[in-house]
């Protein structure tokens, strides 16, 4: 089975992310993958999503997208809330598009069971002996600097200091119960936008009001599951940074995001997506 992985691409965000995007959708009509997974960030626009998504309509591949924390956002559309996004809106136009929505819906094929979920952050990478509070990291505002969620996702239902913590625990066990139901012979391969490896960030214990900004990079709250369903493959994005290693539970780790224009240095959008596309040969 071949299987292309991809992450934070960004739509909205200039020109040259849509035109790599583009030339995604040309490259998996011409190389025909049997799946394609999209772990979060995709944009936070409906209409650019919709027009992104479209792209692909001719790609005869299982299309899976899984949103970030950015794809929640409700900075273009003030009449709606993050929940909503989340639960009709976003998924709607993923169904509508021929793409699939793979949170709370487990796919089966060949032999894989494929889990999804954004996933999301509880401080808990932070390393030890760092000099902030919860409350601290409740305002998600440090100096000059903002973390951006805490202003453009909005959740009315549940109040700010423990929002974090509610979303956590809610994808937590959708994602429990719908790895408990994996069949039997089946390896796991799970796909979350938010990470859960503190050894991915490098603290350097001298800047904290850069360092800060960490309690933001996901959660090790979800790593029990690794071990606890012996996940073969974990595929995920959010931290712009490459990485395809073994984990201490033995899953493999994966992430290939697209990122920021000003992260691509001086490559063209050909030269990008072929630095972050990866593509897994699966038995």
């Given at each position: ?7 934070d ?11 790599l ?5 040309q ?49 273009l559309?003030?009449?709606?809330d ?9 998924p ?10 793979l ?9 894989y ?30 100096g000059n600097r ?50 859960f490896y ?36 974990h ?49």
């Amino acid at each position: 089975m071949k299987l292309w992985l991809i992450s934070d691409v960004h739509l909205d965000s200039h020109p040259l992310n849509f035109e790599l995007w583009k030339l995604l959708a040309q490259r998996a009509n011409l190389e025909e993958p049997d799946v394609l997974v999209v772990a979060g960030d995709v944009c936070e626009s409906i209409q650019v999503l919709n027009e992104g998504l479209s792209e692909f309509s001719s790609v005869n591949a299982l299309k899976i997208y899984i949103p970030g924390n950015h794809d929640l956002w409700c900075r273009l559309e003030p009449e709606c809330d993050s929940l909503k996004k989340l639960e009709v809106i976003l998924p709607e136009a993923v169904k509508r598009a021929g793409w699939y929505w793979l949170p709370n819906n487990p796919f089966v094929i060949d032999n894989y069971y494929l889990v999804g979920s954004p996933a999301w952050y509880d401080y808990s990478l932070m390393p030890k002996g760092h000099p902030f509070q919860t409350e601290d990291f409740v305002q998600k505002k440090r100096g000059n600097r903002q973390w951006m969620d805490g202003v453009w996702c909005k959740f009315p239902q549940v109040a700010p200091e423990t929002v974090d913590f509610w979303l956590r625990d809610r994808f937590y066990l959708d994602l429990h119960k719908d790895l408990s139901q994996c069949p039997a012979n089946k390896k796991i391969l799970l796909f979350t936008h938010f990470p859960f490896y503190r050894e991915l960030l490098n603290f350097t214990h001298k800047d904290w009001d850069f360092e800060y900004f960490g309690a933001f990079m996901g959660s090790s709250y979800y790593r029990s599951l690794l071990k606890e369903f012996s996940v073969y493959l974990h595929g995920c994005g959010h931290l712009h940074r490459f990485c395809d290693f073994i984990s201490e539970e033995k899953t493999r780790v994966v992430m290939a995001p697209v990122g920021y224009i000003k992260e691509w240095g001086s490559d063209t959008a050909t030269q990008r997506l072929d630095k972050v596309l990866t593509r897994l040969d699966l038995e």
